[in-house]
């Protein structure tokens, strides 16, 4: 007789579920870090240098299992584009917008994984990814402005993000499998500091306002520290999660994200979404959804001894 208590075996899935929450309403201490005079490359490379810092702290005996591949700063490169893109995104646009375009990710990840993990492009992964894709130009059309297209650049940056995530995705499944002695603290770690060059580069072509100056910078100072932590410990949990969860299962749990998003944005930034904009966003819903199942319907085989270390690692190290 199973005499573990529901708290107990319950707790992987609530803690994803938290994680998704963090992430949910991290774009509202992002705009406030904007407010103070951060500009969205600052926060992004500041935040993110703090995490990784904060991971190499917390775990620093993963620092030993890292070995040179190209792998490592192509990984850090898309998960750069990642951050920024979301970053960048929800401080300047209307944060659901910029977060379904983000959630393109099944359309993106079905051709990515097609050419670099070399799995084969199924007709469901084809119509889910056309579901997807749908999603986004029913929210995006307007007979006013004709083709449905990404209307600002803050979405253009959501989008951008999303394939990013998805490459960034496809990438650790391949890092696993090519370095699986490499610990996912190590991958973490990677994904925050590749996102911290990145963005720092990129604040050199964004015109920059006025930094923070006098109890403003010590305000912005102890916020981007707090936002290292807690995404550091956040990415943490979530991986404990998702080793113990099955990855259909966690799949449907993250999409708790989008109603943590629209609370969030309704409440703190007035934003109420069409219907347009709902019916866009329950398509890409629905693909996001229908993706973990048929993952689960098409189980792939398990070829390495870096596939344990894959489905632990399928964790998202966003900002």
């Given at each position: 007789m199973n005499t573990t208590s529901p708290w107990l075996r319950n707790w992987p899935v609530l803690a994803i579920m938290l994680g998704a929450s963090v992430w949910g309403m991290i774009w509202y201490p992002l705009r406030m870090l904007a407010a103070l005079?951060?500009?969205?490359?600052?926060?992004?490379?500041?935040?993110?240098?703090?995490?990784?810092?904060?991971?190499?702290?917390?775990?620093?005996?993963?620092?030993?299992?890292?070995?040179?591949?190209?792998?490592?700063?192509?990984?850090?490169?898309?998960?750069?584009?990642?951050?920024?893109?979301?970053?960048?995104?929800?401080?300047?646009?209307?944060?659901?917008?910029?977060?379904?375009?983000?959630?393109?990710?099944?359309?993106?990840?079905?051709?990515f994984a097609h050419f670099i993990l070399r799995e084969r492009l199924t007709w469901a992964g084809a119509g889910l990814a056309a579901l997807s894709l749908a999603g986004a130009m029913l929210m995006l059309w307007s007979p006013r402005l004709g083709m449905p297209m990404p209307g600002s650049l803050a979405e253009w940056a959501g989008l951008a993000a999303g394939m990013g995530f998805a490459m960034s995705n496809v990438l650790i499944v391949k890092t696993s499998r090519v370095l699986p002695d490499m610990k996912a603290e190590m991958r973490t770690a990677t994904i925050f500091g590749g996102a911290a060059i990145f963005s720092s580069c990129a604040s050199f072509f964004e015109a920059m306002p006025a930094p923070p100056a006098?109890?403003?910078?010590?305000?912005?100072?102890?916020?981007?520290?707090?936002?290292?932590?807690?995404?550091?410990?956040?990415?943490?949990?979530?991986?404990?999660?998702?080793?113990?969860?099955?990855?259909?299962?966690?799949?449907?749990?993250?999409?708790?994200?989008?109603?943590?998003?629209?609370?969030?944005?309704?409440?703190?930034?007035?934003?109420?979404?069409?219907?347009?904009?709902?019916?866009?966003?329950?398509?890409?819903?629905?693909?996001?959804?229908?993706?973990?199942?048929?993952?689960?319907?098409?189980?792939?085989?398990l070829d390495g001894p870096g596939d344990e270390a894959e489905r632990r690692n399928r964790s998202r190290a966003m900002v």
């Open positions: 005079g951060v500009s969205g490359t600052v926060a992004s490379a500041s935040t993110s240098a703090a995490a990784c810092l904060c991971v190499l702290l917390l775990r620093p005996r993963a620092i030993a299992t890292l070995r040179w591949h190209w792998l490592i700063p192509t990984l850090g490169f898309t998960a750069g584009i990642t951050n920024l893109g979301f970053v960048w995104g929800t401080i300047h646009g209307e944060v659901m917008r910029v977060l379904l375009l983000f959630y393109l990710t099944p359309a993106w990840t079905a051709l006098g109890a403003h910078l010590a305000t912005a100072a102890l916020l981007v520290c707090a936002l290292g932590f807690v995404l550091a410990t956040n990415n943490m949990l979530v991986q404990y999660g998702l080793a113990r969860v099955p990855a259909n299962r966690a799949s449907i749990v993250m999409l708790f994200e989008i109603v943590v998003t629209a609370l969030s944005a309704w409440l703190f930034a007035g934003e109420t979404p069409g219907p347009r904009e709902w019916a866009g966003g329950a398509c890409i819903v629905l693909a996001s959804a229908l993706a973990s199942w048929v993952h689960r319907a098409r189980p792939e085989p």
